[in-house]
């Protein structure tokens, strides 16, 4: 049997990342007879999401015991997920599946430490974000693995550069800019002063200091006026001007925040279309650059990308 996983096999495993999030669903119960040696019993559900793994070829066969250090490595570094390929992703579910013949109790960890949950929702980026990119010899899906969207806080992810969505003067702020100098430390700030500030829709770069990844590129993106102000433009340009630098500086991740959507107000929907298809066209033409991620506070944030990923592709 192949081992293949196509995008039908993709769509029948995400039906089951409702299961996941809904705190309704009871996954698995915790017997509480003292002598017991299987604490944990599983609901039907969580039983017929285990087949699905398995009859979707989430399961593989592979020395999945040598592997369990790497496996322990993506719970304690969950950041690690966002640059997770399909074969990583089936690596891992197999690992903490088989764990559990070991040492029962271990999947109910993982959904309760909600690990189980961030594999899935790995594996909806790369649908999203791969999913119509038909490969016509095998009539089957390849996944295009070089955008992903991921919920959470750009300032930990180790990439080659994350995004600032700063202002004017480079001098610091609030939102992703504020958490961004306090995860970078006071050098980030003595490096942007003297760079003479950046005018709107363009980008500088500096390095990272404190933070996991190794630049950070300054980006001001457009103050929302309505929309009749040229913001489009000036926002489209931010992703072009940031993929410019990243691109001369031979940069290959490259994390951007969801820029002007925060206190410059920019329509969410409206910001998420400009970001994808800037991205999209700029990979077109620029091949060195592996892996963009757009990162999204929120799931609000995140849905959006989803949609407009699934629209625009
Ligand atoms: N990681 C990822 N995204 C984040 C983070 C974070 N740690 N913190 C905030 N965001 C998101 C917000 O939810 C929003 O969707 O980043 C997006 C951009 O919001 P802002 O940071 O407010 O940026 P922007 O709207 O471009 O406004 C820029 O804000 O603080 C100032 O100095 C900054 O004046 C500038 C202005």
Request: proline share 3%; hydrophobic share 40%.
């Amino acid at each position: 049997m192949s081992t293949q996983i196509t995008i039908k096999n993709l769509e029948n495993i995400l039906g089951f990342v409702t299961l996941l999030t809904n705190q309704e669903v009871k996954l698995y119960d915790i017997q509480t007879e003292p002598l017991t040696f299987e604490p944990y019993c599983y609901s039907k559900e969580f039983n017929e999401l285990i087949t699905a793994l398995y009859q979707e070829n989430f399961i593989i066969s592979f020395d999945w015991l040598a592997w369990k250090q790497s496996a322990d490595s993506f719970i304690t570094n969950p950041e690690l997920l966002t640059v997770a390929d399909i074969s990583t992703l089936q690596k891992l579910f197999t690992t903490h599946i088989r764990q559990e013949r070991f040492c029962s109790g271990h999947l109910a960890r993982m959904i309760d430490n909600k690990h189980l949950l961030a594999i899935f929702q790995r594996l909806q980026a790369i649908y999203a974000a791969g999913m119509l990119e038909n490969n016509h010899n095998h009539g089957e899906a390849k996944m295009s693995q070089q955008t992903s969207v991921i919920q959470g806080d750009i300032t930990q992810l180790p990439v080659d550069a994350i995004v600032n969505a700063a202002k004017n003067s480079l001098l610091g702020g609030g939102g992703v800019d504020g958490a961004i100098h306090r995860a970078a430390g006071p050098e980030l700030l003595a490096e942007c002063r003297l760079l003479n500030g950046c005018a709107t829709g363009e980008a500088k770069i500096t390095k990272g200091y404190q933070l996991p990844a190794k630049w950070v590129i300054h980006t001001v993106g457009p103050v929302w006026y309505g929309g009749d102000r040229g913001e489009d433009e000036m926002l489209g340009r931010c992703y072009r001007n940031s993929l410019a630098l990243a691109a001369q500086y031979q940069l290959k991740t490259i994390a951007f925040p969801a820029i002007s959507t925060g206190v410059y107000g920019f329509p969410m929907e409206r910001a998420c279309k400009i970001a994808v298809s800037e991205v999209n066209k700029f990979l077109h033409s620029h091949k060195s650059i592996e892996q963009v991620i757009f990162v999204c506070f929120g799931q609000s944030a995140y849905d959006c990308y989803l949609k407009v990923i699934r629209e625009l592709t």
